[in-house]
């Protein structure tokens, strides 16, 4: 058994980035890379170029994102060596497979006493706004150490490895059937992200069988994890249903979605 595992997409200029998981089903799990021309990607017309590993060999090296905009020159990945998201500052996103790999050179921490305490990882790539870097995440606690829950963080738009504020409890847990109940039980695990008109949409999977959705407000998200997350001691609001909509299909694997809204 191996597989392409947790894809995230970023666009930068004329192209559309892929990284993801690869797995052969025996040797370690890998971050993975492949771009494609945006006007290809829109035509589907799937001209990817050949993936390359770009995380060393003998490492568990998961989660990777790439940053849409460059950074002082530099591009930006984020990529996850238990227990800790890691930042990557690059000249160019030309791997040989070979001789190049990601070195992990700066760190973004578990936290001891918080819902994120035993490991954390990035989910979709970061996305700006006027007050920075907005990075949604996945995390699990020693408290709970089989729960995926869903935070946000704040970083800098000039040093994101600068954490301005992140969230004190998850925005988004397990709590609805699907999220509980499936392949892997009480996961929910973000790998997109987009915001359209005023509301940021969070696509996550729900137990590793169905695809969801969760919406919020974004200036609210925004206001409430600044207010809440620069002491990251003040508990944010707990996650809770709002307007529901189903989509039923056959019972199989995907045969579902789920729009709730969260943190209002």
């Known amino acids: 058994m191996g597989g392409c595992e947790d894809p995230r997409l970023t666009r930068i200029d004329d192209r559309v980035f892929l990284t993801y998981v690869a797995y052969n089903g025996y040797s370690h799990p890998r971050s993975a890379l492949s771009s494609i021309a945006y006007d290809d990607f829109l035509a589907k017309k799937w001209r990817w170029r050949k993936p390359v590993l770009i995380s060393p060999p003998g ?6 994102c ?17 227990p800790d998201i890691l930042i990557d500052f690059l000249d160019d996103l030309d791997f040989d497979g070979k001789t190049k790999w990601l070195k992990g050179e700066f760190k973004i921490r578990t936290r001891a006493d918080y819902w994120d305490s035993r490991k954390v990882a990035a989910g979709p790539p970061p996305i700006k706004t006027g007050k920075g ?5 996945h995390a699990i606690g020693e ?11 704040l970083l800098d738009s000039q040093d994101p490895t600068r954490v301005l504020a992140r969230s004190p409890e998850p925005i988004l847990e397990p709590q609805a059937w699907y999220e ?13 992200a987009v915001v359209i008109g005023e509301r940021l949409f969070i696509y996550y999977g729900g137990a590793d069988r169905v695809v969801c959705a969760a919406s919020v407000n974004l200036d609210g998200l925004l206001e409430q994890l600044i207010h809440t997350g ?25 045969a579902y979605s789920q729009t709730r809204n969260i943190y209002e």
């Open 143 to 153: 408290r709970a150490p089989d729960n995926y829950k869903i935070g946000a963080m």
């Open 66 to 82: 790439i940053l849409p905009e460059n950074v002082n020159g530099k591009y930006v990945i984020f990529h996850r060596v238990f």
């Open 133 to 137: 870097w907005l990075l949604i995440y």
């Open 230 to 254: 620069a002491k990251a001691s003040i508990p944010a609001p707990s996650v809770r249903d709002g307007r529901r909509q189903y989509r039923r299909g056959k019972r199989k694997r995907g």
């Open 59 to 64: 490492v568990i090296d998961k989660n990777a």
């Open 180 to 192: 509980r109940e499936g392949l892997k039980s009480n996961v929910v695990y973000p790998c997109g």
